[in-house]
């Protein structure tokens, strides 16, 4: 069985808000740039459950739920929010699109994921 992988990056040396106190049983989203292959990869991966990691650490399991295409600043702020960190306004999500894809607005999508499992941390 080949694992699934969903990575994330601290910023600053802070992770993500919506990876803080993971619950089974919650949802938590992520915004992707667009790319074919990536395109399709996840879609033929819809219901099936990655390893989500922080700075290449697991830190919980969670299932695929959807992919929802949009524009990066089509996005509303509360998401944003709660996809990045509760003081992120749309300037620094537009930042965040300049520094990850080299333009400030994105078209990609959002992924749905559902926490299955909790990793213990010491």
Not at 16 to 30: A, I, N, R, Y
Not at 42 to 64: C, F, M, Q
Not at 102 to 119: A, C, H, P, Q, S
Request: hydrophobic residues 30%; aromatic residues 16%; without cysteine.
């Amino acid at each position: 069985m080949n694992n699934k992988y969903i990575g994330f990056t601290s910023k600053d040396g802070e992770a993500w808000d919506k990876l803080k106190d993971m619950k089974v049983g919650e949802t938590f989203t992520t915004f992707r740039g667009y790319g074919p292959k990536k395109d399709k990869w996840y879609e033929d991966n819809i219901g099936e459950t990655y390893i989500v990691s922080l700075d290449r650490k697991p830190i919980a399991k969670a299932v695929l739920k959807e992919k929802t295409y949009t524009w990066s600043d089509e996005i509303p702020l509360e998401v944003i929010k709660k996809d990045t960190f509760q003081d992120f306004t749309e300037e620094k999500w537009a930042d965040q699109m300049e520094q990850f894809y080299g333009n400030r607005k994105v078209f990609g999508y959002m992924l749905t994921f559902e926490i299955i499992d909790v990793e213990e941390t010491k």
